[in-house]
């Protein structure tokens, strides 16, 4: 796995620091608000898993899916429903938690969507942004890091289903994607 790796763009060191701090500024805010994470599958599972785990207040984690790229690396700009939540949300306090904004797509619909079920506030956590790509204007209330307009893996994020596992955020090498 290794191998297929051109940069690292973020450090394991770096993801562990950034995830705490942003996980103790959630704890500060939310304190008394009834917090829902609602992870954006599959890209955000290891994101989601580490900011819980520095969030010092009681939560509840519920997951939807989205299509989004597939397989390519191109946007499609079509945002379609693929899992639900399984949770009512009504009068509570939504953290949408996301690997990577890029067009901003994604994330303006879901936010205007779980607004119209009656939430008490939506508000984004994304690890990564890719402001240069940006299509439609999106507030993002907490951010790991500013990233340039590169296609990255690692760190729950996907090349074709693979290197979800790798632990940094990082570019593949050209070779790889013709493989
Ligand atoms: P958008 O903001 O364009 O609607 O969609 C953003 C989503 O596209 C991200 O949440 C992520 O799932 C996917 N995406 C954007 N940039 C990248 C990238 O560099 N690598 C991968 N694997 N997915 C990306
Ligand atoms: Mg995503
Ligand atoms: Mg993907």
Redesign the pocket.
Known sequence: MKNDIKTTLVTKEELEQRVKAIGAQITEDYRGKELVLVG?LK??FMFLGDLARSIEIPLEVDFMAVS??GHS?V?S?V?KILKDLDLEIEGKDILIV????????????LVNNLKSRGASSVKIC?L?D?PE???VQ?EIKYKGFD?PD????GYG???AEKYRNYPEVAVLKEETYNK
């Open positions: 954006v890209g955000a989004s790229y690396t946007s700009g945002v996301e690997d990577i904004i890029d067009t901003g797509l994604t994330l303006s619909y994304t990564l890719k790509r940006r299509k999106v990233i590169e296609f990255v893996v994020i996907d090349y």
